[in-house]
Structure formats: C-alpha cells, structure tokens
C-alpha cells in the first residue's frame, strides 16, 4: 500500500529562487534589506519558484498520470480509519481521532507544553508505531521528559533526532512508523533550498514535503510550529492551507491550564476544544472544567460573577472577577485577563452611556478565572454583573449564573443554544439564572428547578440582584 519511492526527493535538484517582499508582494532577483515599492525594511524573503526534479521521481507527475474526473456519485463513501491519541480530549478536537494521512499543525507560545502532549501521545500509544522527531531536543532530554511523564515502557516509540527532511524521509522508510511527529517545522530543513531553517520558504517547503509524505504513504503527521507572543513571527500562519487540521495550544503560563482549540479541520467540527492542566507529571485531561473555573470560596464577594458559557460544543460555568476603584491617577487604568480589553472598554461605554453609571473616572481591572481565554460573547452579561456588583460593593449570591449578550443600546441579548447552559447551570445546583426574554421562545422552564429570569435590559437585572440601591 505505502508508495515509499514517492518520498525521495532528489538532492542535487537545483530550484530557481526569486525573492518577494511579505508587505506587498514585489519581486527581485535578490535580497534587498529595504522595499523599493513600499519602503518597510526586511521584508524580502526567498521563494522557489521552479523546481527542476527528475520526473520519473516528480511529485506532480506521480499525480497527473493517476487523476482522472469521475463523478462525485460513483466515489465510494470510506469511513476514514482513525487511531486514539490516548487523550479524550485530544481525540474529540481532532474530530473523533487521528485521521490516516491527515497532517495536523499544533501552534503555540514557545513553552505553553507542545512538545509535552505529542510526546505523552507517543509514549500512550500502544498499537501504533510513533516516531517522534526532534529538531530541537536532544535524545537524552527527550528521555529525561519521558521519564518524568511516563514510568512504563513504550516499545512503540521511537526519537529521532535530526532537522533535514531528506534524512527524516530515509528512516522513515525504513522505520515504516504509524504515526510521525515533527517537533517543530521552524527547525527543519530542506536540502532543495539553500535558506536557513525557519524561514517562510523554508517552512512552505518542509511543510510541503511532509504533506507529501502523508498524502502518499497514509502516514499521518503531527506539525508542532511556534507563534511568538507579540505574534510579528507568525510563521505558522502561512501553513495553515498546506495542512489539514490546525490546533492552537494556548492559556497562561502562570496558571496550570491548557486549551486545545481547533481553528480548522477537515475531518471534523472546528468548534471542539480540549481542556488539560499541566502538573508535576504531565499534561492530564480536565473532563469536568466547570469544577476547576468556578473559585471554591463560601462567602459572597463584590464583583464576582458566574457566566454559563459553551466553548465548542460543551458548556461551562466560569467566574468572572471585577474590581472597580476611583483612579488614584489622571488616566483611569483598565485591564483585562482573559477577555479582550476592548470589548471590556465598549461593555464600560455602554453602562456610562445607556445605564448612567459613572465609571469614566474608575479602575476597572477584569480576570477571567483560571487564565482562560473566553471568546463566547454570552460571558457579557456576568461580566456586566460582575462590574456592577463591584462598583456599588454588592455582592451576587454565589448560586446565581448568567448567559447573555449585551448590545450597544444597552439591551441583554439572546444566545445561541439556551437550553444546553440551562442544563448544565442546573445540574451545578445553581438556584437563579437570568437570560435575556428573548432567549425564552418555546423552553417550558418549568422542567428545570433552577429559577430563569427573563430580562431585557441591564436595569431590571440591577434590581433583582440589588434592589433600589
Ligand atoms: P514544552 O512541552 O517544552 O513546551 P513547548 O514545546 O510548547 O515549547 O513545555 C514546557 C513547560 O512545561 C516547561 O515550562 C515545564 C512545563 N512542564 C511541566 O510543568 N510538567 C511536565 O511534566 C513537563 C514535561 C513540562
Ligand atoms: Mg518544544
């Protein structure tokens, strides 16, 4: 079945290279430190532009001489094998599994635990061959790792440590692995091009040749590729159309908590998410992360809130903390932790604007618990909650939640699959949940013992959580 020749690439192949500019696109015959068109500096970088190979060996000639048109009725339905990761929460971004000849991009900060999760998958699986290789680690630090994260033998996983993918293809054939893992795209190299590991042509090229590889052997094929944090290096961005699925590792590297996010995926849904806590030994799965997201506290705090959020297709209970003070400087201060500043900053403009609260001359500090970065526009509605109770020094009993969004008129609107957060509010034993009324059409909130209120604007929640204060 493997069509191993497919994979060798011809090494003294010579590629014409052309060099372009990644601020607007203009071409030179050389690398030019500053853009004669649009003026940025260092922005040519070096492109293949004809590869010239022996065409008994070509990649595309292989393909052209196998394609033929046939119609989409007459291509047979195949249930596309798929082999566990060992981690649920793994398995169900992925979309159910490890698709055979998928090619999969894991990005993330350097240090967030990338190179930590493929490496417990590899040692975890025992029915697959896993070969991982590492550019970037050398065999024993790979081993001092697996010995902290894994007691048991792992016959079934093997390290290779190497950056040139000509050499990666050679022990792959002999090796024949079932799965490969590539830590990380940034330090491979391809010998068909002269630039230096890690730049963009580099990158398209390695990450071309790997999905080569997968796409002719079935072998699928773990990417692991770094984003800086202030996001200029953004190189695995351009990959994201080479491969097939692509997942980003994120959460604060101050807290324990890691997110598995699918960005896109053509084996599955994108809306999944994986949820795991870094510790001593590991990564291990959070299966119910609404226990860890709530604060376990007693007594009721001012400015604490409870949103019901869904991220994916699993709904959660997350504590949103606010705390508003009188600017003690000119500048009032905001920041935000786990939810983007300005949307804080437009939720502050609405309440000054729409509910006549002076917060133009506060504070305003906002933290999402855990270090959890939340993108449901449903947290809205507790983060308002949240700055309201603070700013009058009110506190929200502890067992009361919310899920809504709010719009510029200062209008709690409706959010999308109402009854799933409902649900899960109410299996917590939350008492009291205020939604917006037009969220209600067609729920009998009567099956549920937790008491829904139904609210349109921001002022009638005031006064059912403060009274007339
Ligand atoms: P790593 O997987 O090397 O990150 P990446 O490959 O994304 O750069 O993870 C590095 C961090 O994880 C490091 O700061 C130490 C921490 N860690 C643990 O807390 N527990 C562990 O068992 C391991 C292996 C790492
Ligand atoms: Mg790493």
């Given at each position: 079945m493997c069509n191993f020749a497919a994979i060798k690439f011809d090494s003294m192949a010579k590629n014409k290279t052309q060099y372009f500019c990644k601020n607007c696109g203009a071409q030179s015959a050389q690398w030019i430190g500053r853009c004669p068109s649009c003026g940025e500096w260092n922005t040519f970088e070096e492109e293949v532009i004809v590869r010239e190979e022996t065409p008994a060996k070509g990649r595309s000639n292989a393909t052209v001489t196998k394609s033929a048109p046939k119609p989409i009725d007459e291509v047979s339905l195949q249930q596309l094998p798929?082999?566990?990761?060992?981690?649920?929460?793994?398995?169900?971004?992925?979309?159910?599994?490890?698709?055979?000849?998928?090619?999969?991009?894991?990005?993330?900060?350097?240090?967030?635990?990338?190179?930590?999760?493929?490496?417990q998958m590899a040692l975890n699986i025992k029915e697959a061959k896993v070969l991982y290789v590492s550019g970037?680690?050398?065999?024993?630090?790979?081993?001092?790792?697996?010995?902290?994260?894994?007691a048991q033998k792992a016959p079934n996983c093997y390290v290779l440590t190497e950056t040139s993918t000509q050499e990666i293809f050679k022990h792959v054939e002999t090796l024949r692995p079932d799965i490969i893992?590539?830590?990380?795209?940034?330090?491979?190299?391809?010998?068909?091009?002269?630039?230096?590991?890690?730049?963009?042509?580099?990158?398209?090229?390695?990450?071309?040749?790997?999905?080569?590889?997968?796409?002719?052997?079935?072998?699928?094929?773990?990417?692991?590729?770094?984003?800086?944090?202030?996001?200029?290096?953004?190189?695995?961005?351009?990959?994201?159309?080479?491969?097939?699925?692509?997942?980003?590792?994120?959460?604060?590297?101050?807290y324990g908590y890691r997110i598995v996010r699918c960005i896109k995926n053509r084996f599955g849904s994108t809306s999944e998410l994986g949820i795991f806590e870094m510790t001593q030994d590991g990564l291990h799965e959070?299966?119910?992360?609404?226990?860890?997201?709530?604060?376990?506290?007693?007594?009721?705090?001012?400015?604490?809130?409870?949103?019901?959020?869904?991220?994916?297709?699993?709904?959660?209970?997350?504590?949103?903390?606010?705390?508003?003070?009188?600017?003690?400087?000119?500048?009032?201060?905001?920041?935000?932790?786990?939810?983007?500043?300005?949307?804080?900053?437009?939720?502050l403009a609405v309440l000054e604007k729409r509910c006549h609260f002076k917060l133009g001359a506060k504070d305003v500090f906002l933290n999402i618990a855990g270090g959890v970065r939340v993108e449901?526009?449903?947290?809205?509605?507790?983060?308002?909650?949240?700055?309201?109770?603070?700013?009058i020094d009110m506190p929200i009993d502890t067992k009361t939640c919310f899920a809504g969004e709010m719009g510029l008129?200062?209008?709690?609107?409706?959010?999308?699959?109402?009854?799933?957060?409902?649900?899960?509010?109410?299996?917590?034993?939350?008492?009291?949940?205020?939604?917006?009324?037009y969220n209600l059409k067609g729920i009998k909130t009567s099956d549920y013992?937790?008491?829904i209120i139904p609210i349109t604007k921001v002022e009638e929640m005031m006064k059912q959580l403060f009274g007339n204060n």
């Open positions: 798929r082999i566990s990761t060992t981690f649920g929460e793994f398995d169900r971004v992925l979309g159910g599994g490890i698709v055979a000849g998928s090619i999969v991009l894991l990005g993330g900060e350097p240090g967030i635990g990338k190179s930590t999760l493929l490496l970037e680690e050398s065999e024993a630090q790979l081993k001092m790792r697996a010995a902290r994260l894994f893992i590539v830590d990380s795209i940034q330090t491979m190299q391809s010998s068909l091009l002269d630039s230096a590991a890690g730049s963009i042509s580099q990158l398209k090229e390695c990450a071309a040749e790997f999905q080569h590889l997968a796409k002719t052997t079935g072998i699928p094929v773990f990417l692991i590729g770094h984003i800086t944090k202030d996001g200029t290096l953004a190189g695995p961005k351009i990959l994201e159309h080479i491969v097939d699925t692509v997942l980003q590792f994120e959460g604060d590297q101050h959070i299966l119910n992360p609404s226990e860890i997201l709530l604060s376990q506290h007693e007594e009721d705090y001012s400015g604490n809130a409870v949103a019901s959020i869904l991220e994916g297709n699993r709904p959660m209970m997350i504590e949103t903390q606010a705390l508003v003070s009188t600017a003690v400087y000119g500048v009032p201060q905001r920041s935000a932790t786990g939810y983007d500043i300005r949307r804080m900053n437009m939720l449901d526009p449903a947290i809205n509605l507790a983060i308002v909650a949240a700055i309201l109770s603070s700013a008129s200062g209008e709690v609107r409706p959010v999308s699959r109402i009854v799933q957060r409902i649900a899960e509010a109410d299996k917590l034993g939350f008492t009291r949940m205020f939604v917006s009324k013992t937790i008491k």
